[in-house]
Structure formats: structure tokens, C-alpha cells
């Protein structure tokens, strides 16, 4: 990581504690560094670290992680210039086509991606997109609903980062495939919302290739001293920019070679 850690234990513990109220009882607050302006992205992931002990610790199990701010469209969207990583607990997953709550979201919105399988361990430094292809089992489209904790869904890299990425909710579905038997660069993803097309792009978006963002994951818990296991499910970035999403709304995204994913929302 190309900063170092500022905050003090406590001041881990309190903005952990803060970000923790806002994810599970859904209110919004501002971000992190309008009280700690001088808050860095190790900061960020120390916060984040210590939240993940405590899902940990409460029971929840981690089923993988994610990347995200990994195409320029969501870069663009979120003013934000640099890659973040998330972890993912078997609790935010949904079932492809089921209703899933807003209620106990604040603002949630939704993308498209590619997520990956793996059936052997990665450890960084220096992984590639070469080492991710040979380690993956299998690829499978899939959606993410972020809610971001902050108001206005507004934030710096170091407060995503303690807000674990937004991460609030994901549906894998339609067709896994190997990963060498399609062209992970190209393909064609499109998110239809209530029957529009809201969002259209090729999963080239993401760094180029999917499995660069994975590469890039597993680089950056090397940093944190972590390899990604064997049996990770990993969600490699939005492909497209976020869709805000409200009860009511049917979402489809579909996805060239690996088929489409539904859900619906409600209150
Ligand atoms: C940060 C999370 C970004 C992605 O795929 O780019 C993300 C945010 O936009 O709230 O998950
Ligand atoms: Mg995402």
C-alpha cells in the first residue's frame, strides 16, 4: 500500500464502530474524512479489517471478495481514481430471481459483473491475469447491489474503503463457464430496468480484462499479508456505472456467452 496507517487503535475501533451502525441498522452519514481529513487508504482498510473481524466474530462467513472502481465508468462516477478491494459474506448473497428488500438499505444501486470461482490459491505480489485464468474454476455472470453508507452516495477512497466497497447484496446466476472457453474481454453486457436498457458495455471495461482485476485483488492482500483460498467467489468490478434501484423495479442484466441474471425489488 502506498500509504501508512495515521489513525490510532481507537479512532480504528470508533469510525469501525460508526460504520458498522450505518450498514446494519441502513442510515446514511457523512463521509469519514470530513472528521479526519488527513484519513489515508491504509486508514481505510485498517477500518475496514477490524469490521470484517467482527462480522467474522458474529458468525458471518466469508465467501470471498470483491473489486471495485475498476472501469473508467465507475471512476468517473464516484470521482475516484484508484481500485478498492471489499470482502463478501455468505449473508449478502441472493437467489437469482427473488425479491430482494430496500428496506434495509439506504441507497442501493445495481451493476453488472463478471465473478469468479477459483479452485486454487493465489498469493500476490506479482499475481497475473495469467495466474488468475489457470486458478479459476469457473466464471458466472453476475449483479452487485452496492449501498454505499454515505450520504449522498458521495465518498474518497479511504471512506469507500471502511465502508467494505459498499458492499450490501449479490446475485449470481445464468451460465458459469470455463474460463478459457470463452473471451473474457469482450463480452457484451447489458442492464435492462423494467424492460429500458439503463446501462450497455464490454467487460473489457474492467482494467482491460476481468482477471486483471482479480490479479490486482490478490496484490493487494498480499499488502495485508493474505492470500485469496481456493472455492473464493470474487466479483471482478462494474462493468457499467451504477443504477439506482428502488421497490418495484425489475432488474435484468444480461451478459453475452454466460446468460442473465433477475431479481426484483421491494420494499
Ligand atoms: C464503490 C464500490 C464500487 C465496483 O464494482 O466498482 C464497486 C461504490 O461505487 O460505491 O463495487
Ligand atoms: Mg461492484
Known amino acids: 500500500m502506498s500509504s501508512e496507517v495515521t489513525l490510532s487503535r481507537e479512532d480504528i475501533v470508533r469510525l469501525c464502530e460508526r460504520v458498522e451502525g450505518a450498514q446494519t441498522r441502513a442510515y446514511a452519514i457523512p463521509k469519514l474524512t470530513d472528521e479526519y481529513p488527513a484519513m489515508t487508504v491504509a486508514d481505510g482498510y485498517a477500518v475496514q479489517a ?15 471478495w470483491k473489486v471495485g472502481l475498476t472501469s473508467k465508468a465507475k471512476m468517473v462516477q464516484m470521482g ?13 448473497a441472493r437467489p437469482e430471481n427473488s425479491a430482494i428488500s ?8 445495481v451493476e453488472c459483473e463478471v465473478a469468479f470461482v477459483t479452485r486454487a490459491p493465489l498469493a500476490g505480489p506479482g499475481c497475473t491475469r495469467e495466474q488468475v485464468l489457470a486458478a479459476t474454476d469457473y466464471v458466472l455472470p453476475a449483479v ?12 474518497d477512497l479511504p471512506s469507500v474503503i471502511a465502508d467494505n466497497g459498499s458492499s450490501a447484496r449479490f446475485v449470481g446466476g445464468g451460465r458459469a463457464r470455463r474460463p478459457d472457453d470463452i473471451d473474457l474481454r469482450t463480452l457484451g453486457v447489458v442492464m435492462e430496468k423494467n424492460g429500458e436498457i439503463v446501462a450497455a458495455a464490454a467487460s473489457a471495461a474492467v482494467l482491460g ?27 471482478s468490478g462494474g462493468i457499467t456505472e451504477a443504477i439506482a434501484v ?22
Do not use: Y
Request: aromatic share 8%.
Open 209 to 235: 480484462h476481468p482477471a486483471e482485476a482479480v490479479a490486482m485483488l490478490v496484490n493487494i492482500l498480499a499488502e495485508q499479508g493474505e492470500t485469496l483460498p481456493a472455492g473464493s467467489f470474487v466479483m
Open 144 to 155: 452487485e447491489v452496492i449501498d454505499s453508507r454515505f450520504s449522498g452516495f458521495k465518498f
Open 50 to 64: 477490524e469490521l470484517r473481524c467482527r462480522w467474522l466474530a458474529r458468525g458471518h462467513r466469508q465467501v470471498g
Open 246 to 267: 428502488q421497490p418495484g423495479d425489475c432488474v435484468i442484466a444480461r451478459f453475452q456467452e454466460l446468460g442473465d441474471v433477475s431479481m426484483r425489488f421491494v420494499a
Open 102 to 109: 430496500t428496506g434495509d438499505m439506504v441507497h442501493p444501486r
Open 80 to 92: 475516484v481514481n484508484e481500485p478498492s478491494i471489499g470482502f463478501l459474506t455468505s449473508d449478502m
